[in-house]
């Protein structure tokens, strides 16, 4: 499967969490919203705090990052076709 983020895009929001997104929760939910959806994905709060809290547990560590931006865009997008089915 291909990654949806390149290394870039997943640095620089890296060091944008890193640089005090991840002293508040709430913040760092919004970075990563704002993010995805910068990139065509929508998120709930709930679920980006949710990832939050889990690459906060990891260190910040890039795969984790990945790793859950991906499951959240992945379910985003799981979502959006489920939507186009019912309409048919």
């Not at 906060?56 to 984790?64: F, K, R, S, T, Y």
């Amino acid at each position: 499967m291909r990654e949806r983020f390149s290394n870039t895009e997943l640095t620089a929001l890296r060091n944008d969490l890193l640089q005090g997104g991840l002293a508040d929760s709430r913040e760092a939910a919004e970075l990563v919203q704002v993010f995805l959806m910068g990139r065509g994905y929508g998120v709930s709060p709930e679920a980006a705090r949710d990832a939050v809290g889990r690459v906060e547990i990891a260190g910040c560590a890039l795969p984790v990052l990945q790793k859950e931006l991906e499951n959240l865009a992945l379910v985003m997008w799981g979502a959006s076709t489920q939507a186009v089915t019912l309409r048919i």
